[in-house]
């Protein structure tokens, strides 16, 4: 495992690149992120903080730079590789949940596993596994529209964590939640990390800005790196 688990070097991300109504959603960055560490990013909307996210979880491609995420430089693969690479070591945790509603908690942690060719009780065993670890087995059976915002953030977590990676990205994890269910979510990270993970959080929330979970904070300002603090 490389000490650096996320390395940038001049990443940019455009949107209508070389049109008249060209963005530069991300412009030049460069990171350096250490395994096992947590790394909060933050900054007002539209500053490229959920753009650069993205990037990184292997969900989009840059236009530019090169990106190297566990010592393989992934920036010019293939969406194919891309997707393999990010359904083996990558968890992604959506502002909005992403849930499929009208299904249960269960078979939306079911789905992700399903082109992974794990067998029906390869599937439960990973499933238990994770719906145990965020507190969650008790709502299996439960049509995810009808939980809580609480509860549908854990199987949001847990669905991250189902293909046991080793990298975790979460976009504005807590937004949707209240005081207690915000703290429940960081013992959750917390836990997380003391197994080894490395977490990347976009965040307005304070509570999360200020955790002493947080090893490196970045700000974002017009796709830009404003500041860079260690913890």
């Known amino acids: 495992m490389p000490d650096l688990i996320i390395e940038t070097k001049d ?24 395994d096992n ?12 903080k959920t753009t650069l996210l993205t990037v990184l979880s ?14 393989e430089k992934i920036s010019r693969w293939s969406e194919k590789f891309l997707t393999q690479f990010r359904q083996k070591h990558i968890g992604i945790i959506f502002q909005q949940f992403q849930l499929i509603k009208g299904f249960t908690a269960y078979t939306n942690l079911a789905i992700p596993l ?3 060719r794990y067998n029906l ?8 596994q994770v719906a145990e670890q965020v507190n969650i087995r008790h709502r299996l059976d439960y049509q995810v529209d009808t939980l809580s915002g609480g509860e549908m953030q854990r199987v949001a977590i847990a ?15 807590t937004s949707h939640l209240d005081s207690q269910a ?7 990270f917390a ?5 080894g993970k490395t977490l990347f959080i976009t965040t307005h929330d304070p509570r999360v800005q200020n955790s002493a979970l947080i090893d490196y904070k970045i700000e974002m300002k017009d796709g830009k790196i404003e500041n860079t603090s260690n913890f």
């Open 58 to 71: 292997g969900l989009a491609k840059p236009t530019s730079g090169e990106y190297i995420c566990l010592g």
């Open 11 to 34: 990443l940019v991300k455009k949107f209508y690149a070389g049109k008249p109504n060209e963005i530069v959603a991300v412009n030049q960055i460069n990171l350096q992120i250490k």
């Open 121 to 128: 009780r390869q599937i439960d065993q990973l499933i238990q």
């Open 114 to 116: 399903y082109p992974l």
């Open 159 to 173: 669905r991250a964590l189902i293909n046991q990676p080793q990298i975790i990205f979460a976009d504005e994890p």
């Open 191 to 195: 836990d997380l990390k003391a197994q």
């Open 37 to 48: 560490s947590c790394t909060v990013l933050q900054g007002a909307s539209g500053s490229g």
């Open 182 to 188: 915000s703290e429940n979510i960081m013992q959750i």
